[in-house]
């Protein structure tokens, strides 16, 4: 049997004997309407018959009375009108005959009313009416005893009733207490058979499912070798064989691929063991829970007290633990320059160079499961980045004083002979003019930018006012938006606070940014300087409505020596590295924002002037 006929068995079975109880109920609720039924339509109509008589036959008296005190006219119609009610409620009493006695009674008052009847119609017509005040006796031995006969069997009729109806109305109630009791036992009787029947229907469903749960534990627990065994044919049955089925599959897998599993572990451990990049794991905690051979060389560790680690015990560099613990909180890792990524340790009696790098570890669940510390050796990249700056500013140096020199020979050629000389000869003067020039400008960028990447150029700090830098710039560069009908607009709130930075460094990231705008937006262009506080910082902006550039140079044009194609200019292509590093030495980001055709947008952002309490002598 499929469970599914089973649990309607189980509820057909329930409504069933529910079914029982009610027409049970029905049918003692019917019988009691019947009995009240019987008691009104055969008891009480006699009862009122009989009221309605000895009424009709009071009145018939008084109207003798009447008619013998001398009012014989309203005393005749008195007697003739209950006369009438009389015998209406007599046939009413005839008409509903229903017990013993009754029938003999009825016939008993119809034929004394019918002597009483004639008796007065005899002594109406034999009697004058002014004599009826002369024989008042005759009431007494004439009419009173007819009357009062009629009257007690009258009266015998509805006392015969009344207890006729008291005793129907007992037998109904100990038919209403029978029906009680019997659908109380029944009723309780179906509730008890219905719990055992539940209660049996249940365990024989909640059985197999007991089982299935005891089994998943065990495969959960690792216990593949399991059986779940129910003897029935419906769907917990064939629920059972698939689930043996899928235990031993289960059990197979498990087997297959534990060899597969403690391979890549082994190949994974392998790999582990000769990286040379040192590899740290941390927990929520920032306790080390694991590290690796080269880890271990590197932060010159015992392979005994990796578990006992926190990470302030391995690393004397707070900015290590600090970027951990803002991974934990924040579920992802901190977007920080590279060259602030930077750490020294000494390894074999040496210092080198690390970069770090950090990466969350998520579980299955996307959870949060632990943090990989990555030590890659940059020693000998700083130590060539270190030459190739070295080598810049000599090689620098060294061209410097030769490029000044034909330079000055150059600008005194044009000056002297410059209107002897053929128009051919005039060209290719002023182009080694220009190119010299072009030669100077650029040695001079790549001073600047070694210098500020080596650290070599000192920042003065101060607190300066927004609207102090652009407003100077603006006046920079007055004459050639003049001349050229470039507009220049400011957006700078009023209330900015001021920020701390190298006025003069600032100015010139400002100038070079509007240079590089002014190249490209040509005659009656537009550049608009924006300035806003978000956070700890104020975001400058320099905006333009020129061309735009493209999307794949966006992300690479703060490089050296990169330029827009189809865009060069007579510039060094060092103007935005250098405003780069300028920033980066204030501690701030820059960045462009630009869409082809719709023109470009340079931010970058600069520190507030926090004030500093003074030191209290004490």
């Not at 009691?32 to 055969?42: H, N």
């Not at 009729?157 to 109904?172: C, D, G, P």
């Not at 959960?220 to 031993?248: C, H, I, P, R, W």
């Not at 403690?262 to 905690?285: M, P, R, T």
């Amino acid at each position: 049997m499929k469970l599914k006929k089973k649990i309607l068995l189980g509820y057909n079975s329930v409504f069933f004997l529910l079914g029982i109880v009610f027409v049970w109920a029905i049918a003692n609720l019917v019988s009691l309407g019947s009995s009240s039924k019987a008691i009104l339509s055969e008891n009480y109509r006699s009862i009122l018959a009989a009221e309605n008589m000895v009424d009709a036959l009071e009145r018939q008296d008084s109207g003798i009375l009447l008619i013998f005190l001398g009012d014989a006219e309203k005393g005749y119609k008195q007697f003739q009108k209950n006369d009438a009610n009389f015998i209406e409620w007599l046939a009413r009493a005839k008409d509903n005959v229903t017990i013993e006695g009754e029938k003999k009674l009825i016939e008993d008052i119809d034929s004394k009313y019918k002597i009483y009847r004639h008796k007065f119609s005899t002594w109406i017509d034999f009697n004058e009416v002014d004599n009826y005040s002369l024989v008042s006796s005759v009431y007494s031995v004439f009419f009173f005893p007819s009357f009062n006969k009629i009257r007690k069997r009258c009266i015998e009729l509805r006392r015969l009733n009344e207890i006729t109806m008291f005793n129907a109305s007992v037998k109904t109630s100990e038919v209403a207490n029978r029906a009680i009791w019997s659908t109380s036992v029944l009723a309780i009787l179906s509730f008890i058979l219905a719990i055992i029947f539940s209660f049996i229907l249940s365990e024989k469903i909640v059985r197999p499912l007991r089982n299935f749960m005891e089994a998943a534990q065990k495969i959960s627990g690792g216990n593949y070798e399991v059986e779940v065994k129910v003897n029935t044919k419906d769907e917990l049955g064939q629920l059972a064989s698939n689930f043996n089925e899928m235990s031993k599959k289960l059990s197979t897998y498990h087997q297959i691929n534990i060899e597969q599993l403690i391979y890549e572990k082994n190949k994974g451990a392998a790999i582990l063991s000769n990286i040379e990049d040192g590899l740290v794991v941390f927990d929520d905690n920032l306790k080390a829970t694991n590290i690796n051979p080269a880890g271990h060389k590197i932060l010159g560790l015992s392979y005994t007290d990796t578990e006992s680690l926190h990470c302030q015990d391995i690393f004397s560099y707070s900015k290590v633990c600090k970027q951990l613990k803002e991974t934990i909180d924040k579920g992802k890792h901190p977007d920080v320059p590279a060259e602030k990524r930077i750490i020294s340790l000494s390894v074999d009696n040496k210092v080198r160079q690390y970069m770090f790098s950090i990466s969350v570890i998520h579980g299955s669940n996307k959870n949060f499961d632990g943090i990989v510390l990555l030590l890659r050796d940059v020693t000998r990249m700083k130590e060539i980045e270190n030459m190739k700056n070295e080598f810049v500013i000599v090689a620098s140096h060294e061209l410097r004083t030769p490029l000044t020199s034909m330079g000055m020979c150059i600008d005194l050629l044009m000056e002297s002979i410059l209107d002897m000389i053929p128009e051919k000869d005039k060209k290719l003067l002023k182009a080694a003019h220009e190119e010299t020039h072009r030669m100077k400008a650029l040695i001079n960028d790549l001073l600047d930018l070694s210098k500020i990447e080596a650290g070599q150029i000192e920042m003065q700090f101060n607190k300066v006012k927004v609207d102090t830098l652009t407003k100077h710039v603006k006046k920079v560069f007055k004459h050639q938006f003049e001349t050229k009908s470039i507009k220049i607009s400011t957006d700078i709130p009023e209330d900015l606070p001021e920020v701390k930075v190298d006025a003069n460094k600032i100015t010139w990231v400002l100038t070079n940014l509007i240079s590089n705008a002014m190249r490209y937006v040509g005659e009656d262009g537009h550049i608009t300087l924006k300035a806003l506080k978000i956070g700890s910082s104020v975001h400058m902006s320099v905006q333009d409505n020129g061309p735009g550039i493209p999307q794949e140079y966006q992300s690479k044009i703060f490089q050296k020596f990169v330029q827009v194609e189809g865009q060069e200019t007579k510039g060094t292509g060092l103007g935005l590295a250098i405003c780069k590093e300028i920033v980066r030495a204030h501690g701030g980001a820059i960045w462009v924002e630009s869409t082809e055709g719709e023109g470009s947008t340079f931010t970058f952002t600069l520190p507030l002037f926090k004030k500093t309490r003074p030191a209290l002598n004490i």
